[in-house]
């Protein structure tokens, strides 16, 4: 059978016809598809400008199911989960990007930067964890391990802290001997609940070595000496606390007074309180000299003082107390405790200590705001002091 050359004349331009048609649909397709997606991500941008993250969501949800290829619009998509609280949601997606293949390693890290936080603000914190630490040696080492850092002071694993401290203060994002030395310091607690004496002595003077000016190491190594009644000792912790950190010196004082009237130094210990006082006026300070000088009308005179110098209801509440006199009538003594307990009542809120980071109130002094959990934060004096 012959071959009829003459219809391969007519197929060639008819094929040739055909692929082009082909081309024009694929072309008209693909643009349609990727002008449809940029305006859905524009909505979906529109939207999140005007607080409808709802609408967001959804628009956004549109734009990657028509381009699933583009990354942004997925991180976009993660990031608006995690804002609304949608965590599950916002891990599948960063979990699906880390999945492609075709992920560039930048974009691979930002991914697994996305996750750790979902994992954070779920309160997955040993998945958090885990993700934080494959971030080591990327462009978010620094912030990987500030999380950390937080990770481990809220579970109270101050070793793995310090460590995280110590690299944060190689990379160069500043120093962190005070808080370290606070980390120790909550081990030598630690240890001392343990029952651990010789492991709490070491890690104090870890905190000792590592922040010789910090108050924390003193003030606990003299608390620690008082309760075994080296008494002595505490002194002269207590003393080392007075020349490095006065403003401190509040948090002990009475304590101090109390060692130093037990082994006799009293004469010497009123000086130096009397000396503080001066610089730096409180009631914890005076307390702490009535303590050591119990006379009568010398207390009543130091109160009159301290009420000239820095008016306080708390000082006011104490005058009341020792000027009440056994001989008023019942109307009068009536009238003067009646007085005294509306001043105590209004001095109750000044006699604590306040964050100044967050303004949380406390009864007790705290080295870490149990608030913010900001270190150092509370100033050593009461509010009425200030």
């Given at each position: 059978?012959?071959?009829?050359?003459?219809?391969?004349?007519?197929?060639?331009?008819?094929?040739?016809?055909?692929?082009?048609?082909?081309?024009?649909?694929?072309?008209?397709q693909w643009r349609r598809e990727h002008h449809s997606a940029p305006k859905a991500y524009f909505k979906g941008l529109n939207l999140l400008l005007n607080e409808q993250q709802d609408k967001a969501i959804d628009a956004f949800i549109e734009a990657v199911q028509q381009d699933p290829d583009t990354t942004e619009l997925h991180f976009a998509l993660g990031n608006l989960f995690r804002r609304r609280g949608e965590y599950e949601r916002a891990v599948r997606v960063h979990e699906h990007l880390l999945q492609r293949a075709d992920l560039s390693q930048a974009e691979r890290h930002r991914a697994q930067h996305g996750l750790a936080q979902d994992f954070m603000k779920a309160g997955l914190f040993d998945r958090a964890e885990a993700?934080?630490?494959?971030?080591?040696?990327?462009?978010?080492?620094?912030?990987?391990?500030?999380?950390?850092?937080?990770?481990?002071?809220?579970?109270?694993?101050?070793?793995?802290?310090?460590?995280?401290?110590q690299k944060l203060e190689r990379s160069g994002t500043g120093t962190y001997a005070s808080r370290i030395a606070h980390y120790w310091c909550e081990l030598t607690l630690q240890a001392d609940v343990n029952g651990h004496i010789g492991d709490a002595d070491a890690a104090l003077?870890?905190?000792?070595?590592?922040?010789?000016?910090?108050?924390?190491?003193?003030?606990?190594?003299?608390?620690?000496?008082?309760?075994?009644?080296?008494?002595?000792?505490?002194?002269?912790?207590?003393?080392?606390?007075l020349l490095v950190q006065p403003a401190?010196?509040?948090?002990?004082?009475?304590?101090?007074?109390?060692?130093?009237?037990?082994?006799?130094?009293?004469?010497?210990?009123?000086?130096?309180?009397?000396t503080l006082y001066l610089q730096t006026p409180s009631l914890d300070i005076l307390s702490a000299?009535?303590?050591?000088?119990?006379?009568?009308?010398?207390?009543r005179q130091r109160l009159l003082d301290h009420l000239k110098r820095m008016p306080s209801l708390s000082a006011a509440v104490t005058l009341l107390s020792t000027e009440f006199s056994p001989g008023l009538d019942n109307v009068a003594a009536q009238n003067h405790e009646a007085v005294a307990a509306v001043i105590n009542k209004a001095a109750k809120p000044l006699q604590r200590y306040r964050c100044a980071a967050c303004g949380f109130d406390a009864q007790v002094y705290f080295w870490q705001c149990p608030g913010c959990l900001n270190w150092d934060t509370y100033p050593t004096q009461r509010l009425e002091d200030l």
């Amino acid at each position: 059978m012959e071959f009829d050359l003459q219809w391969l004349l007519w197929a060639l331009p008819v094929a040739f016809g055909l692929g082009w048609l082909a081309s024009r649909l694929d072309a008209r397709q693909w643009r349609r598809e990727h002008h449809s997606a940029p305006k859905a991500y524009f909505k979906g941008l529109n939207l999140l400008l005007n607080e409808q993250q709802d609408k967001a969501i959804d628009a956004f949800i549109e734009a990657v199911q028509q381009d699933p290829d583009t990354t942004e619009l997925h991180f976009a998509l993660g990031n608006l989960f995690r804002r609304r609280g949608e965590y599950e949601r916002a891990v599948r997606v960063h979990e699906h990007l880390l999945q492609r293949a075709d992920l560039s390693q930048a974009e691979r890290h930002r991914a697994q930067h996305g996750l750790a936080q979902d994992f954070m603000k779920a309160g997955l914190f040993d998945r958090a964890e885990a993700a934080w630490q494959a971030l080591e040696g990327t462009a978010y080492a620094t912030e990987a391990r500030l999380a950390l850092l937080t990770l481990h002071e809220r579970s109270h694993d101050w070793r793995c802290a310090i460590v995280d401290a110590q690299k944060l203060e190689r990379s160069g994002t500043g120093t962190y001997a005070s808080r370290i030395a606070h980390y120790w310091c909550e081990l030598t607690l630690q240890a001392d609940v343990n029952g651990h004496i010789g492991d709490a002595d070491a890690a104090l003077e870890r905190a000792q070595a590592i922040a010789p000016q910090a108050a924390r190491p003193l003030v606990l190594a003299g608390s620690r000496s008082m309760r075994a009644r080296q008494y002595e000792l505490a002194l002269r912790y207590w003393r080392r606390l007075l020349l490095v950190q006065p403003a401190g010196f509040g948090l002990v004082a009475r304590d101090f007074a109390h060692c130093a009237a037990t082994v006799g130094d009293g004469d010497v210990a009123l000086a130096e309180l009397q000396t503080l006082y001066l610089q730096t006026p409180s009631l914890d300070i005076l307390s702490a000299i009535d303590r050591l000088d119990p006379v009568p009308a010398n207390k009543r005179q130091r109160l009159l003082d301290h009420l000239k110098r820095m008016p306080s209801l708390s000082a006011a509440v104490t005058l009341l107390s020792t000027e009440f006199s056994p001989g008023l009538d019942n109307v009068a003594a009536q009238n003067h405790e009646a007085v005294a307990a509306v001043i105590n009542k209004a001095a109750k809120p000044l006699q604590r200590y306040r964050c100044a980071a967050c303004g949380f109130d406390a009864q007790v002094y705290f080295w870490q705001c149990p608030g913010c959990l900001n270190w150092d934060t509370y100033p050593t004096q009461r509010l009425e002091d200030l």
